[in-house]
Nanobody, 124 residues
Framework: QVQVAESGGGLVQAGGSLRLSCEASGDTPNINTAGWFRQAPGKEREFVAALNRNAVTTYYADSVKGRFTISRDNAKNTVYLLMNSLKPEDTAVYYC?????????????????WGQGTQVSVSS
């Protein structure tokens, strides 16, 4: 089993930055792909970004491309999401997810483990 826990959310003004962290514990060698999703009030959860184990391959939703950067530190079993140039429409609960399978996936159903989420609020 794997447990993942997010941290780093908060309130920031538009144009500001935040860095989210996702620490995994447990059977972490089985984790090959990590991703971030978000869910805004009244909306379905959506894919944000993902990367594979060696962090060479990354993939971003069009809405965050060029503003967000996903990275990982395997020695610390931690995945990061650096969010720059934040907009009010980025306000959401952000979830970290991990999957045992190889390859980047954008579908929620492809991820095996989920965190509880961390709130990001961007004021205008």
């Amino acid at each position: 089993q794997v447990q993942v826990a997010e941290s780093g959310g908060g309130l920031v003004q538009a144009g500001g930055s935040l860095r989210l962290s996702c620490e995994a514990s447990g059977d972490t060698p089985n984790i090959n792909t990590a991703g971030w999703f978000r869910q805004a009030p009244g909306k379905e959860r959506e894919f944000v970004a993902a990367l594979n184990r060696n962090a060479v391959t990354t993939y971003y939703a069009d809405s965050v491309k060029g503003r967000f950067t996903i990275s990982r530190d395997n020695a610390k079993n931690t995945v990061y999401l650096l969010m720059n140039s934040l907009k009010p429409e980025d306000t959401a609960v952000y979830y970290c997810a991990a999957r045992q399978g190889f390859g980047i996936r954008v579908e929620e159903s492809q991820y095996d483990y989920w965190g509880q989420g961390t709130q990001v609020s961007v004021s205008s």
